[in-house]
Structures are given as C-alpha cells and as structure tokens.
C-alpha cells in the first residue's frame, strides 16, 4: 500500500510540535507501528462508543489499529500525545479516494474514520485539532472534499462537526442489523439465488452505479478484495435471469434480458479485518437495577447473553452493492439476508449481518421491518476543502443526498 511520502509527515510533525509546545501540552503526530501499537489498543479500550450508557461496543481490531484504513492506498493515523508522559489520548484515521457522483463528475475526497478521544481529554480541544490536522493533511494530498460519518444520537459529534468543523449535513441513512440466529433459514422455493462471476460483476456494477448519488470509483478493486465473498442475485425462479455464467460484454444486453424482479447483493466479511464486542460500561456497575433495561433492549438484538457478551468478541458480515429492480422486492430481500446468514454460519464468531442504506434508497422502503432487525440512524457530514470546484458539483453535495453506494471499506 501507498502511504503518505516520509518528508511530508516529517514536516507535518515538525510544524504541529512547534505550535503545540506553545499553547498546549498535546503533540499531534502520525502514528508510529513499532511502538504505539499497544497504547493505541488502550486509548480506544478506553474510549469505547457509548460509555455513558449501559451498554458500550467495543471495536476490537484484533492487533492491529491500521487494519479499517490498509485497503486504501492513500491513508494516514495521527495521534495525540501528551508531550510529558508520552501517553496516548486521541487518534484519528483519514483517506483519500476517486468517487463519482450522478452528474458524471469525478473528485478526489477525504474521509475521516476512527476518531477516538480519551474520556479525561475530552472536551479541550484535543478532537478539533485531530480533526484540522487529518484536514490538512488530505489538502496536501489533493483532496477537495472531507467527509464523515455519526450517529444520530451522538450530539457531541455532531456538535464538534457542525459548529466547529465547519461540517454540513450531506445525508440520512439508516443501518439495519439482523443477528444470524434470529433469521429462519428457509428461502422460498420460488426465488434462486445465484452467484455471479467476477467480471459481469463489475460490468453489472458500473451501470447500477451511474444511478448513485456518490460512488467509488475502484469498484472492481472492492470485488476483488479478500474480505468480499461474492455477489449473488436473486430473483423469481418463473421470471427468468440471463446466463450469468457467460462473459457479457454489451451493457445493453445486461438491461434487456434481466429478469422483471431482482436483487444484486455483495458481501463482505469485517470478522477477518476487526470485530465488535458489547461490554459493561462504568455507569452500569453502580446502576445495577437498570439491567434488566439492557437485557430487554440490547441483548435480545444481538441474541446473546449479558455474560456471553462480556468475554467474546464477534464478527458480522456486511451487505454492500445492494441494488433492485421490480415491483416484488420485499421477498427477494428477506431471501437475501437469509442467504447471508447461511453463509455467516460457516465463519467462526459471525452473529450479525449488517447493512446500510440511504433514505434516498428505493430499497429502503422494501426492507421488512420485523422484530429481529435493529435499525441505527446514520449522519454523514462533508466540509468544502477545496476553492477549485466545480459550482455545480458543490451545490449537489452540499444539499441533502440519499441514494448512495456504502462502501464496506468505510464502515
């Protein structure tokens, strides 16, 4: 992988320690693999999501704090330090990468993952300057636009985004989570899924793509990725589908000779990359009495125990690429979390199956809402690098967008 070059980083540091030694006692530097390994493992033990809550979720990267960012060619971490101690007490993780949008343009943008603030540290400013350093450095590196996504829920986020980065809502999405073992296996006799080759992927997946809102460019490198399983289709057995064992070269055969109804779905697999664990947060050790609150509320959700959750990490499959055409969508769909859940059961530690979708999406309002699914509502944020833009492309992204392409590497 390609990383950003030595003297770069070497300047980047040099000018940030310099201003950091005279208003603060906090080094923002790149990340260094020999020796902050194992205090960045602590900094974000520490920092788990939720920890004012009951119940936290931990991101277990299983060793290596590098492994949601290797995929991209261009990335950095930077971390904070404390210039006495030497402890770690922020991180961040930023990426640049070509995406298109509908109107056919093409931009180089920034995305911002893994921002992680120790509890002590917090509010001083320490996430701010995490945030404007990974900025700047993807300004060095070309990018015209940064992106970022929050939960709905988490204000302090959103309020560091909004009304001190600068940031502006560019769309809604909700994540859907589904574990393995809620879902019945049994798929309709009437609907096929089959597993497409490689190749008439990509070809299929670059004309679905045009009809996004925001979409990467590398598509084909997304495919050929370890962590992607495969892209299957589903549809009804009685309608019919175009050999897709054969090499089709005509996108206009694609469009003519699809079945009436089908879904197209790729999955990929985060137990190799990271994985998830639900823990006690400190609040829920003098709140005792709430637990059956958490016990009601998150561990149905996930089908575990409250003991279980403790001690075991697990993985999840994620749904990407999901596209559909027709009028009878709701039941290929729930085939194809089925599908997924069967694949999943093969894989040690997977429990969950997870996607993401727009509220722009047509498909989001064919996902069956049952009583298994969890649905977690999703904001993302993009901020203006650049003043070389194109006034057009700029007026797209800074209005609310819907219809986009989740790419797996971000989540």
Not at 129 to 140: G, H, K, P, Q, S
Not at 230 to 242: A, H, I, N, Q, R
Not at 249 to 263: A, G, P
Not at 291 to 310: G, I, Q, T, W, Y
């Amino acid at each position: 992988m390609i990383s950003t070059p030595t003297a770069s980083l070497a300047s980047f540091s040099q000018r940030e320690g310099m201003v950091d030694r005279t208003r603060s006692n906090v080094l923002i530097r790149e990340y260094n693999e020999d020796k902050d390994v194992k205090m960045v493992r602590k900094l974000e033990r520490n920092c788990e999501i939720g920890t004012e809550k009951l119940v936290s979720t931990f991101t277990n990267m299983m060793g290596d704090p590098l492994s949601r960012i290797r995929l991209f060619p261009l990335h950095v971490m930077l971390v904070a330090e404390l210039l006495e101690s030497r402890e770690l007490v922020g991180v961040v993780r930023g990426v640049i990468k070509n995406v298109g949008t509908l109107s056919g343009s093409l931009l180089k943008m920034g995305y911002i993952l893994g921002l992680r603030v120790t509890p002590t540290y917090r509010r001083k400013g320490v996430a701010l300057r995490l945030v404007t350093a990974v900025e700047e450095w993807m300004v060095r590196n070309g990018a015209e636009y940064a992106f970022l996504a929050t939960e709905k829920d988490n204000d302090a986020s959103k309020n560091l985004f909004t009304l001190k980065g600068n940031y502006v809502n560019l769309g809604s999405l909700v994540i859907f989570v589904q574990p393995t073992s809620a879902l019945t296996k049994h798929i309709s006799r009437d609907i096929k899924i089959e597993k497409v080759d490689i190749d008439l992927a990509i070809s299929l997946y670059r004309r679905i793509l045009r009809t996004k809102d925001l979409y990467p460019l590398d598509m084909d490198v997304i495919l050929k990725e370890k962590l992607s399983v495969g892209t299957w289709v589903s549809y009804y057995k009685k309608e019919g589908w175009l050999n897709l064992r054969s090499k089709v070269n005509n996108e206009e055969l694609l469009s003519n000779e699809t079945s009436s109804s089908w879904v197209i779905f790729s999955i990929w697999n985060t137990c190799e990359a990271y994985k998830l664990q639900v823990t006690k947060s400190q609040l829920l050790r003098f709140l005792l009495t709430t637990l059956n609150h958490a016990r009601e509320k998150v561990f149905p959700c996930l089908k575990m125990s409250v003991s279980d959750s403790l001690c075991r990490s697990f993985g999840f499959l994620f749904l990407y690429g999901i596209h559909g055409q027709g009028e009878n969508l709701g039941e290929l769909l729930e085939s194809m979390w089925k599908f997924t859940s069967r694949v999943g059961e093969g894989m040690r530690d997977c429990r969950v199956v997870i996607t993401e979708l727009g509220f722009g999406d047509p498909l989001a309002d064919h996902v069956h809402q049952t009583d298994s699914i969890s649905c977690i509502d999703d904001l993302w944020y993009i901020k203006r690098l650049s003043s070389h833009v194109d006034e057009k492309v700029d007026e797209m992204l800074m209005r609310q967008v819907g219809n986009v392409f989740v790419d797996p590497r971000d989540f």
